[in-house]
């Protein structure tokens, strides 16, 4: 694959790098243009997102604005870019939430802005990075990057009750899954070089490569469980209710419309493509954590008197629905779980902006409170209501489209599933519903809460653009499901294509003892007790 | 009569090595480590190592010893009760750990027997003397090594005279 | 007959007499000395080695390791001396400011 | 009469010039007034640049000299480079340091540059007699430097502690060159290795070779030889802390691996089994016991040690990546210890004052810049991309994974996890704390800022290019193989 | 004219914008004609198009118009599309309809109020989702409809947001539609994996083909596609949220909880007509359901003083009255009492609003009487709706009822029982509610009463346009004469597949016009027996009603607290959910998951401070250790 005539990909990803180097030198006591300058980078990092939207083919499922070049040339690293219809709108989601995130953070952080700004830009590089990375190596090296801005804006800007271990269980919980990780990408990089493909980091020709479904268990092993904390599937989520509890808002809402996301998009991009026949065996069970992840998420959502850890439990709610799609592995199920990535993006981080908003005001999250705030914070509600909404799956909003997807396309393959995950539709509804209740609906009870401001002017540019696109992916999401069509087919048959290959391999292998330096390898690797 | 001088060389130099380290007195340990050296010289002497034996009597014997002596003068570390840690464990593991390893090391000193020639052998160029070959030896293979020990003789000779030279606040910073 | 083996012995009960010594004296000279000792056997072997072989490559060893460990010595007890201007004891267990 | 010997002085040049820097130095303490160190450092940083430049031609040398005691080759080069760098590096820490201290001596540097000699000939070494020497005299060296703070008692505690074990493991040392020599009858490595190829080599040799590693392996601070470097790193003066932990444990390394690649390749089976052992543990206590410290120096000791145990996994490796990647490791970590021992001198103030975690709160109001930059460190400790530390696990971890070595790198990385726990726990310090007491100032000198700038630089630059230096690394260990 | 059929859902969603968005320039009376209009707009469409729809014939009477695709994933693919047909003709007709004219008495009756605009928004909103509902070609877009409407019922009960009692309402009517919509949402998945597609049209032609009758599939589906129904239209065991839905302003409790959204199940049922006529057992589960629940919760409606609760629970009967129509089978007569109880039901709650509004909000029967006089408008059309409701001939609920019990009795004598014995107590409480609303001697207090008015025109005129309608609107559907039952036969096209196989299932019925003739008098004497019962009890005998209370005191603290099925609720669902949430959080969550991780910290740094003990600082120790590492290597070489 050539390059592609313009780096558009490579803007994208370093231009918020830019500017946090410029900040570096900007003087920090001038907030308002530190803030300014974060702004202008970002508005222009989603402008070139755009076009990078626009030069997108989407009838086509191949890797598009390909950038590829050499960079530790004998270990076969390379410096290589890529999107396809997966990938195109995660890219999108992140930049498009970039800019508001300055915003949002325009008045909440006083302090330190200067650091602040820096560590927001690099963390948008990082997230930026780790979805357009088409090398291995790359991929991981954007993984770990991601990890140490959000570790500050959670430690450094988060509230002062429990940051501190909120942001080191946070590190530690994703260190560990994703440097297991690495030894799966180093055997995964020593296999496929031994097994002749040349030794290489390079995806595409990673996805050629049959692994011996021995080996695939371990690896797929491996990575299930760095992306399965990041996801965070069922048991590995308790690092989640802390990490956004305590992260500032905008922490938080990167936190969960796009970091939650690299670790869906991890499995979709590598672990199942990667290890197919390990994934597919293991389809069933991690459908099941799952669905127990939508109803526990709504459950322990519902009794939690903290608004912003109410969401965060929604949040691994919602992932569920985004792992039953996907490994429910049919076209509706994969395109309903991508939606409901880009989805729970919106809606999330639009609740979460919603709390900061409030929090802002009351320096408080307890649901109680709060009370009757609709009476005098009209504009609010109407948005804080149509967020609510979104979240809780009502047609004609984002959310429907996704839940309706996978659940249609699991009941295909796993019908109980499908009918246990529907019930977390309706917890979700009294979760939220409850919530939004309590906080918005009776008497004003609490006389603190009678002097507040609806929303200022910045305060309803940052909602409004995220309503359109709610309201836009719930009204005509073919928008976005027809560029994602064709990379979906491809993805399922190149996976059921691999997997019938690998055991054909393993068949013939057993016919004939084989040789071929696979077996060497994998053998080494079964000899594992050195 | 080889054998026997062996055997009386061998004997003291393991008395006295066990007296430096069992006895209580400092000063007597000093004199048994002398005498220690002393025989091993001997032992030297009767392995056709006359140049090492000199070295060991002058520099060892010597030198060196009369340093402790003088350290030992210096700090007068008079009579003390016998300091080993009697009571503690350490002393059990230590020495059984050591004597473990000398069981160990013991069988296998003579996987060399096969190679080794009667001992009394005519040492290789026997119109030259030890001495001679050390030497020669010394200026011209080992030129190198012998140049860097003088390095590491001044460092050691720096090293001595600053530390020794270090005024002693008595107070422990940090 | 005395072969090189009784040499090789007798070199491993000193060495082995001398690790006994630092491992259980406190007095940190007669430490020093006790790895003079092992210094010693060490050269015991040298020298049986060099003479069964006919190689004088044992001895110029052996002369080297008398320079070091000369030099080990006079550091050594320089360093002694300071502690012992400093604390005013030669008991090395009284040596453990630092520890954990 | 006696012949002429053969003395080819190219191969071993940098040597030279540093002892003769050091000479100078001392010659020149005579005449500077007391306490004036600034020309002192100088000369030495001079010393060092020009032996940098002799330094340059080894690359392409590849020729035994002085009757096959030393071996001149990209190895050697390789080596040579890293204990400059570390040597310069760690002189342009001393100077403010010193200042502070009352320890106004030149023959500080003097001992600094023999040192550095001593090191250059272990690494040089192809003989176990010139290895020896090289080895007693980087340890003398450090010995006395470790002990060289006037009237603190943790300063000569520790260079006692050290000069003790020391001497104890050199006697063991010694014990295995002379049962090596007993039985291959030369301690010249290539013909240790003849011998030990012939097949016949008797069980003297075996022990002679495990008494051998046990000596490395306390020099190179591998559990269970460790117990020196905590005590040792925190008694020393920060700079030659800084300098034991990447100097000192280069130029052993170096020895280690040329003496076991090179002499006794025969026995590889053997002592990977120990190394492998040994490594498990070193990573596993290392790691462990640094969660626990709250003095940095003693944190960074026992994350040295754990640094010993990666790099030990490269060894068990034992292909040409994994001593490629035991090279690159040494280079990064190089850069980035002497950095951070340099910006803990510098938050040291006074000396040996101010060396617990907790002094570190706040650094990041005080001053950001060096915050960012103890940050990068504290990354490239805790491997974390894209600096340098990342790319070294990268490789070593690589080479072991290739070797089918899974379980040793997943404890391998397992450990690093926990490390990454009091490795950001300087970050948090720094960045999410308050001083409780507003700190004095911090004292910058030009050598300081050198040294630092150097090295963030570095351990960035490598760790996101890292392609040339590999190269140069797998260069480097073509010879041993 | 048809293709113009989406302009129908439309314009309500213009009205909603334009109050919504920009309403706030407007004044009252412009931001509540806005609304109306908008609807009436839909009206005056809806009404071309059946008369376009007249002008066809018969067998052609189904059209679809698809706007656009909505969703297309692999083999799913739903278009944004309408299907007019007879069914949905009658459906918008009575949904923009009813709408409008309930639009135009809020005017009045919500003049003044705060959120003015906010309420002809939600309105606005709501007619948009009803009218999706009934006019799309396909189950999810039906859906859409499904659950828009329920959001904005959730949105107009939790208007007065400010009473807790109000929200609460909201949350349950919201909650408990979404189990419904469960079922609903599974039977769904169950036919699109059947017929791979969610397109009416296709899927019923279909059914006869990929089912077979009575097999376990379409019962399944059908069963599935019935909870979403009881959900939506308050029939057991999902109704309770009803009542409690009277929290909201009196013209959403009529056009929502009783004209139109609570229909919605009853036309989702008629729309599968044929999924439901091949599952025999679906639909005797329909009858049944529907039976009982008219019996049931005209009970409770006897004893409820409430007024608006009494109409909610009558509501609830009459549901169960459609269900049991569509239950025996007889679909059309389903629809066609779903449109006359639109009327009257509709008139009856305007009616009690307009009570509300002179007695400035009381909705307590035991504190009214003798309003007749002070409102005379109200008094007459309420009246209206109850002989109504009651099936006093010639009044619209008469025909429908009455057709309903006929097919009742045909299916078997017990529904009709059943049946007969709710239309009783159905006329009782009816004309129970009246007497003591309008007659007998004033139990006004004071202070409401010197203020007693009645309703401006702009809420009476409503009144009488919509009493007019209950009076004439059964005269469509006069029964016996052949061809004068004209509602039946418009819908009867859209029905014919059903009764099709309904008829080749059990023997024709044989139409003995004898018997339907000793039906009507059987119910007509009902509802009047009903009617002097009332009269007796609480207008010339006061006090019997608390005799009757003395005697039965079990039995009447039983109904009047609507057998406590609230209540049992919340300790089996709610409740206990909660309780065990709150257990997976505390217990699970952050005892043994976060126990698990940090303990493994703790573990770690616990062997940390082990190991570093190890270190004790004497040198003799680290020299032991050295030794030790000696003798394990030795040992390793010596012993291999």
């Not at chain 1, 019930?423 to 008497?443: D, H, K, N, P």
């Not at chain 3, 110029?60 to 201007?85: C, D, K, S």
């Amino acid at each position: 694959m050539e390059n592609a005539s313009f780096p558009v990909l490579s803007y994208t990803t370093f231009l918020p790098l830019v500017g946090a180097a410029i900040l570096l030198f900007i003087n920090r006591e001038s907030r308002e243009t530190l803030r300014w300058i974060a702004l202008v980078f970002m508005l222009a990092d989603f402008a070139v997102s755009l076009a990078a939207y626009f030069m997108f083919d989407s009838s086509t499922a191949t890797m598009q604005l390909v950038e590829s070049h050499p960079w530790v040339r004998d270990w076969g690293i390379s410096y290589k870019l890529g999107i396809d219809g997966i990938s195109l709108f995660l890219v999108l989601l992140t930049t498009f939430l970039g800019p508001i995130c300055v915003l949002a953070a325009w008045n909440d952080i006083q302090h330190r802005v200067k650091e602040f700004l820096i560590s927001l830009l690099v963390l948008q590089t990082g997230m930026i990075g780790v979805f357009v990375a088409l090398d291995l190596f790359l991929f991981y090296v954007f993984w770990e990057i991601m990890l140490i801005p959000m570790y500050l804006l959670i430690g450094v800007w988060g509230n002062p009750a429990r940051r501190l271990y909120a942001a080191i269980k946070f590190v530690l919980y994703t260190v560990v899954g994703s440097l297991l990780m690495l030894v799966a990408i180093l055997a995964l990089y020593f296999m496929a070089g031994a097994g002749g493909e040349g030794y290489t980091f390079d995806l595409l020709k990673l996805y050629e490569f049959p692994v011996p479904t021995h080996a695939q268990y371990w690896m797929f092993l491996a990575f299930f469980l760095a992306f399965a904390i990041k996801v965070p599937m069922f048991p590995f989520h308790t690092w989640l209710p802390d990490a956004h509890t305590e992260a500032p808002t905008v922490g938080s809402v990167m936190l969960a419309a796009v970091l939650l996301k690299m670790g869906t998009y991890g499995f979709i991009r590598y672990a199942i493509p990667l290890f197919p026949n390990a994934a597919l065996d293991a389809a069933w069970w991690i459908c099941l954590l799952a669905v127990i992840g939508i109803i526990y998420g709504a459950w322990v959502a519902m009794v939690q008197a903290d608004v912003k850890r109410l969401v965060a439990f929604s949040s691994v709610s919602h992932l569920g629905f985004v792992m039953l799609g996907m490994f429910a592995f049919t076209a509706q199920g994969v395109e309903g779980s991508i939606i409901q990535m880009v989805n729970h993006g919106l809606s999330t981080g639009a609740l979460f902006l919603i709390v900061g908003m409030i929090y802002e005001r009351r320096h408080t999250r307890l649901i109680a409170e709060y009370g009757g705030i609709s009476k005098v914070m009209p504009m609010y509600a109407v948005f804080f209501m149509i967020f609510t909404l979104s979240s809780v799956g009502l047609p004609g909003l984002n959310g429907f489209v996704g839940e309706f997807l996978i659940l249609v396309g699991t009941f295909k393959v796993y019908p109980w599933y499908a009918v246990f995950g529907a019930t977390g539709v309706i917890f979700a509804a009294v979760y939220m519903l409850w919530m939004f209740q309590r906080v918005m609906f009776g008497e004003v009870t609490n006389p603190k809460n009678l002097s507040l401001k609806d929303l200022s002017g910045r305060e309803f540019v940052i909602l409004a653009p995220i309503v359109v696109f709610c309201v836009w992916i719930g009204v005509y999401p073919n928008t976005f499901l027809k560029p994602m069509e064709p990379s979906v087919k491809n993805f399922i048959q190149v996976v059921e294509k691999k997997r019938a290959a690998v055991l054909d391999l393993e068949k013939a292998k057993q016919k004939s003892a084989g040789n071929g330096t696979t077996i060497a390898v994998t053998s080494s690797l079964e000899t594992i007790g050195r | 009569m080889e054998a026997v001088l062996f055997y009386v060389l061998a004997v003291i130099v393991t008395v006295s090595a066990l007296c430096v380290v069992f006895l209580r007195r400092p000063v007597h340990n000093v004199v048994f480590m002398i005498l220690a050296m002393v025989s091993l010289a001997g032992l030297f002497l009767m392995l056709r190592a006359e140049f090492v034996a000199m070295v060991q009597l002058v520099v060892y014997a010597g030198a060196v010893m009369v340093l402790f002596l003088f350290v030992i003068m210096l700090l007068n570390l008079g009579p003390t009760i016998f300091q080993a840690d009697a009571k503690s464990a350490r002393w059990w593991i230590g020495a059984v750990l050591a004597l473990g390893v000398l069981t160990m090391i013991g069988p296998v000193l003579t996987a060399v027997i096969p190679r080794a020639p009667q001992i009394g052998a005519p040492a290789a160029v026997p119109e030259m003397s030890n001495t001679e070959i050390l030497a020669r030896e010394l200026f011209t293979t080992y030129l190198l090594p012998f140049e860097i020990v003088s390095i590491l003789l001044l460092a050691a000779i720096v090293g001595a005279v600053i530390l020794a030279r270090k005024r002693s606040t008595g107070a422990t910073k940090g | 007959m005395i072969t090189l083996e009784h040499y090789l012995f007798l070199s491993a009960l000193l060495f082995t007499i001398g690790m006994i010594g630092v491992m259980i004296r406190r007095n940190v000279i007669v430490i020093l000395m006790s790895l003079e000792l092992m210094l010693n056997a060490v050269n015991l072997s040298f020298v049986a080695f060099s003479h069964t072989l006919n190689s004088m490559e044992g001895q110029v060893f052996v002369l080297f390791t008398m320079v070091v460990a000369a030099a080990e010595v006079a550091v050594g007890l320089a360093i002694a001396v300071a502690i012992f201007r400093e604390k005013g004891t030669a008991n090395v267990n009284e040596m453990s400011l630092m520890k954990w | 009469m006696i012949p002429v010997p053969e003395i080819n002085l190219g191969g071993i040049l940098p040597a030279v010039i540093l002892g003769i820097a050091g000479v100078v130095v001392l010659i020149a303490g005579l005449f500077i007034r007391k306490g004036a160190i600034t020309v002192p450092a100088i000369i030495s940083v001079v010393g060092v640049l020009i032996a940098g430049m002799a330094n340059g031609p080894l690359r392409t040398a590849n020729q035994e000299s002085f009757s096959g005691l030393v071996v001149v080759d990209t190895y050697t080069w390789f080596f040579n480079l890293l204990i400059l760098l570390a040597t310069g590096l760690t002189v342009l820490i001393s100077v403010r340091y010193m200042a502070d201290d009352e320890l106004r001596l030149p023959e500080y540097f003097v001992l600094l540059l023999f040192a550095a000699v001593g090191m250059m000939f272990m690494v040089s070494g192809n003989h176990l007699l010139t290895i020896f020497v090289g080895l007693e005299t980087l340890s003398m060296s450090v010995y006395i430097l470790t002990g060289v703070l006037p009237g603190n008692q943790k300063s000569s505690e520790g260079a006692l502690k050290y000069l003790v074990l020391g001497g104890f493991s050199s006697a063991i040392f010694l014990y295995g060159a002379a049962l090596l020599y007993g039985s291959a009858g030369s301690l010249g490595l290539p013909a240790i290795m003849k011998y030990m190829q012939s097949g016949n080599a008797s069980s003297l040799a075996f022990v002679g070779t495990g008494l051998l590693l046990i000596g490395f392996g306390f020099k190179v601070g591998a559990v269970p030889f460790h117990m020196w470097t905590p005590d040792v790193y925190e008694g020393a003066p920060t700079p030659i802390t800084g300098f034991m932990s990447v100097g000192v444990k280069a130029a052993a390394f170096a020895a280690f691996v040329r003496v076991f690649f090179d002499a006794l390749p025969a026995f590889q089976a053997d002592w990977t089994q120990i190394l492998w052992m040994v490594a498990f543990l070193t990573m596993i206590l290392g790691n462990l016991a640094a969660l626990v410290q709250d003095n940095i120096k003693r944190m960074l000791a026992y994350s040295s040690i754990a640094h010993a145990g990666y790099i030990l996994v490269g060894m068990v490796a034992g292909n040409e990546q994994g001593t490629a990647g035991v090279l690159y490791y040494l280079l990064a970590y190089t850069f980035t210890n002497i950095g951070a021992f340099g910006v803990v001198a510098l938050v040291g103030r006074k000396g040996e004052a101010n060396v617990l975690i907790d002094d570190y709160r706040g650094l990041a109001n005080q001053n950001p810049l060096l915050a960012l930059v103890m940050s990068v460190f504290m990354f490239s400790l805790a491997g974390m991309p894209p600096t340098a530390g990342f790319v070294g696990k990268f490789a070593i971890f690589g080479a072991a994974v290739s070797q089918g070595y899974i379980w040793l790198v997943v404890v391998g990385v397992l450990t690093s996890a926990a490390s990454v726990f009091y490795y950001f726990r300087v970050i948090m310090k720094m960045y999410m704390e308050v001083p409780d007491r507003t700190p004095a100032r911090l004292e910058f000198d030009p050598g300081m800022l050198v040294a630092l700038g150097i090295a963030v630089v570095a351990v960035l630059y490598i760790g996101i290019f890292p392609t040339t230096y590999l190269d140069l690394a797998l260069k480097s260990v073509k010879p041993l193989f | 004219m048809i293709d113009l059929v989406w302009l129908i859902p439309v314009f309500p969603l213009i009205g909603f914008a334009i109050n919504g968005l920009i309403g706030k320039a407007f004044s009252e009376k412009a931001i509540g004609w806005i609304g109306s209009l908008s609807v009436g707009a839909s009206f005056v469409i809806a009404v071309s198009i059946f008369l376009e729809l007249l002008g066809m014939d018969p067998g052609s009477r189904s059209v679809q118009k698809v706007v656009y695709t909505w969703i297309i994933s692999g083999d799913l693919n739903v278009p944004i599309g309408f299907l007019v047909d007879p069914l949905s003709t009658v459906m918008m007709l009575v949904v923009s309809g009813v709408g409008f004219v309930i639009h135009v008495y809020s005017i009045g009756y919500m003049h003044g109020e705060l959120g003015f605009r906010r309420f002809f928004a939600y309105l606005n909103l709501f007619v948009f989702n009803m009218l999706i509902l009934v006019s799309s070609n396909n189950f999810l877009l039906l859906f859409v409809g499904w659950e828009g409407v329920g959001l904005c019922s959730y949105l107009l009960i939790g208007y007065y947001y400010e009473k807790k009692s109000a929200a609460d309402a909201g949350k349950k009517a919201f909650v408990v539609n979404r189990v419904g919509d469960f079922g609903f949402l599974i039977g769904m998945f169950l036919i699109f994996v059947t017929f791979g597609t969610f397109d009416f049209t296709q899927v019923f032609s279909e059914a006869h083909a990929k089912l077979a009758q009575g097999g376990l599939l379409v019962t399944l589906i059908t069963l599935l596609l019935f909870v979403g129904a009881t959900g939506k239209s308050a029939q057991i065991p999902l109704y309770t949220w009803l009542p409690d839905a009277m929290e909201g302003p009196t013209p959403v409790s009529a056009l929502i909880h009783a004209a139109t959204m609570v229909t919605a199940g009853v036309y989702m049922v008629a729309r599968c007509s044929i999924l439901f006529a091949l599952a025999p057992i679906s639909l005797s589960v329909v009858a049944v359901i529907g039976a009982a629940t008219a019996f049931y919760a005209a009970t409770i409606g006897i004893t409820q003083f409430d007024i608006k609760r009494v109409l909610a629970y009558s509501t609830i009967s009459q549901l169960g009255y459609m269900f049991l129509a569509c239950g025996v089978g007889a679909f059309a007569t389903g629809i066609f009492h779903l449109m006359t109880h639109a009327f009257f039901k509709a008139l009856l709650f305007l009616a009690a609003g307009s009570v509300m509004h002179a007695m400035s909000g009381e909705l307590d029967m035991r504190k009214m009487g003798a309003l007749k006089s002070h409102l005379p408008h109200t008094h007459w059309t309420y009246l209206f709706g109850t002989l109504a409701i009651a099936g006093i001939l010639p009044f619209a609920g008469f025909f429908s009822k009455d057709e309903i019990l006929f097919f009742a009795f045909e299916r078997g004598a017990g529904f009709w029982i059943v049946g007969a014995v709710a239309a009783l107590m159905t006329s009782f409480y009816m004309f129970r509610s009246v007497f003591m609303t309008f007659y007998g001697e004033s139990r006004v207090e004071p202070e409401a009463a010197h203020h007693l008015h009645e309703s401006p025109p702009i809420m009476t005129v409503p009144l009488m346009i919509l009493a007019v309608l209950s009076l004439v609107g059964g005269f469509v559907g006069i029964p016996i004469l052949k061809g004068w039952h004209v509602f039946g036969d418009f819908l009867a096209p859209v029905f014919a597949p059903a009764e099709a196989v309904l008829k080749g299932e059990h023997a024709a019925a044989h139409h003995s016009v004898a018997l339907e003739l000793t039906l009507m008098g059987v119910s007509l004497a009902i509802a009047i027996a009903g009617f002097f019962y009332a009269r007796w009890m609480y207008l010339t005998e006061p006090g019997a009603a608390q005799r009757m209370v003395e005697r039965f005191p079990g039995l009447h603290k039983l109904v009047y607290n609507k057998y406590w099925v609230d209540e049992i609720y919340d300790i089996l669902f709610v409740n206990s959910i909660v309780r065990f949430s709150q257990f997976l959080w505390k217990m699970f969550d952050d005892a043994v998951i976060d126990g698990i991780v940090n303990g493994t910290a703790r573990i770690a740094r616990g062997w940390g401070a082990v190991l570093r003990r190890l270190q004790s600082g004497v040198v003799k120790d680290y020299a032991l250790s050295i030794l030790v590492g000696v003798v394990f290597v030795i040992g390793y070489l010596v012993l291999r």
